[in-house]
């Protein structure tokens, strides 16, 4: 029996083939795990950045928000016995701005695709990373970032070539 076609927009803007389900895998040489298929890039930038995601498809379940602060202070804790002291920071794909805060930098630069996601108002939040003025950070930081990316590999490479002094990357 053939299968008929089910467009279905699972997101404002982007419409699949319902037939067609995306998962995840995993690769059996290196253990990275990907989407297949995966959304195009255009499709990643709506789905993140009009805040759908957390929104909809992934809302925070009751308590996170304590979570993630809790996370913060320990995260910074570590940082500030390791790293000590930094004057600036810049955290990638920043959520609330909690490490931003915590971390107490002088300078706290955010990047974040659903601008309207962060609550901390101290921070300077910017939603890509070309649109950031300052181009040298004491401390860059991603936290649970990399596996929402369509090519992690190429982003750590274009990385290397910052001058950050320390790098903190977490993965899911």
Not at 43 to 71: A, F, H, Q, S, V
């Amino acid at each position: 029996m053939p299968v008929k076609s089910l467009v279905v927009e699972i997101v404002p803007g982007v419409k699949v083939d319902a037939v067609v389900i995306t998962r995840y895998c995993a690769c059996k040489d290196c253990n990275l795990i990907f989407q297949n298929p995966r959304l195009s890039d255009k499709e990643l930038d709506l789905y993140y950045g009009t805040g759908y995601y957390r929104r909809t498809i992934n809302p925070p379940p009751e308590g996170m928000d304590k979570g993630e602060l809790n996370r913060a202070k320990i995260d910074a804790g570590i940082i500030g016995k390791y790293i000590g002291p930094v004057t600036s920071h810049l955290d990638i794909g920043c959520g609330h701005g909690y490490l931003l805060d915590e971390v107490g930098a002088t300078l706290k630069v955010g990047i974040e695709s659903d601008v309207d996601y962060v609550k901390v108002k101290s921070i300077e939040v910017y939603s890509d990373a070309r649109e950031v003025p300052y181009k040298k950070f004491d401390l860059v930081t991603m936290v649970h970032v990399l596996e929402h990316l369509p090519h992690p590999l190429n982003f750590l490479k274009s990385m290397k070539k910052s001058p950050a002094a320390a790098f903190e990357i977490k993965l899911f």
